[in-house]
């Protein structure tokens, strides 16, 4: 194999062009998001998007937040099995939490930057599974994302 083909220690490989389908979706995403932005308050975005992600969680991720319920340290030890214990620990009542890449299915891949208002679907996820698994309210702050520019995303639950 010539040198100028062999992949470099470190390099990230190359991204496939992406097909009609993937740019199809994600410029329906944009226009969606657009258009809520336009023509929705602040309010009703964040509930709309907040109920999105709680629905996700229902068909995912749900079952290890019931299998937690009553302890959240059991969830937040599922949940750092996956993410690492540096990305997801539990102080007091809060557990913080680091993603090192988006976990959306819908906009992981694109498109790199979305309106603030999309991560309240990251929210809605994260309330439905802390709330099933601590059996109470819980809330969550959404500290930065990727879809809104940073390198991770990061978020704090706090147990009320």
Not at 61 to 86: H, P, T, Y
Request: with cysteine.
């Amino acid at each position: 194999m010539a040198q100028s083909e062999e992949k470099k220690a470190g390099e990230k490989p190359a991204k496939k062009p992406k097909t009609h389908e993937q740019l199809f979706k994600e410029s329906w995403i944009l226009a969606l998001m657009k258009n809520m932005e336009e023509q929705l308050d602040e309010r009703t975005r964040t509930k709309l998007m907040e109920t999105c992600g709680r629905n996700c969680a229902r068909r995912g991720a749900i079952s290890m937040a019931e299998s937690s319920k009553g302890n959240v340290g059991n969830l937040v030890q599922s949940l750092a099995k996956f993410l690492g214990k540096e990305n997801c620990y539990q102080e007091g009542n809060v557990v913080h939490l680091a993603y090192q890449k988006c976990y959306c299915e819908l906009v992981a891949e694109g498109p790199e930057k979305l309106p603030d208002t999309y991560c309240h679907c990251s929210q809605g996820w994260l309330l439905e599974i802390f709330e099933t698994a601590a059996q109470k309210p819980v809330k969550v702050e959404i500290l930065q994302t990727i879809k809104r520019g940073a390198p991770t995303c990061k978020f704090l639950v706090r147990i009320i």
